[in-house]
Nanobody, 123 residues
């Protein structure tokens, strides 16, 4: 059974930092694409970042490029999202998701999802 568990959200002031973690089990970690999506109230779910650890392939949305960093730890089957210079518009529920092989833009292409973790950025 594939399981993803996201945690690390919380309340932070604008300009601050948070690190989200996603623990993954039940799939071949190295050649799976593990992505972070987020969904703000009243908005569609959007992709934030994605990584395929076997080849260190990473993808970022334009809205977070240069502020967020995605990384993986193959030994722990975990993916992290380091979020710096947070803005109020980063407030959302963040989800980690997985699919085989390569990163994709659309949430519908990811078969496996963790529960969300709420990030609230106060201005």
């Amino acid at each position: 059974e594939v399981q993803l568990q996201a945690y690390g959200g919380g309340l932070v002031q604008a300009g601050g930092s948070l690190r989200l973690s996603c623990a993954v089990s039940g799939l071949t970690f190295g050649n799976s694409a593990i992505a972070w999506f987020r969904q703000a109230p009243g908005k569609e779910r959007e992709g934030v970042a994605c990584i395929v650890s076997d080849n260190d392939d990473t993808v970022y949305s334009d809205s977070v490029k240069g502020r967020f960093t995605i990384a993986s730890d193959n030994a722990k089957n975990a993916v992290y999202l380091q979020m710096n210079s947070l803005k109020s518009e980063d407030t959302a529920v963040y989800y980690c998701a997985a699919k085989p092989a390569y990163c994709a833009r659309y949430a519908s292409l990811y078969a496996y999802w963790g529960q969300g973790t709420l990030v609230t950025v106060s201005s």
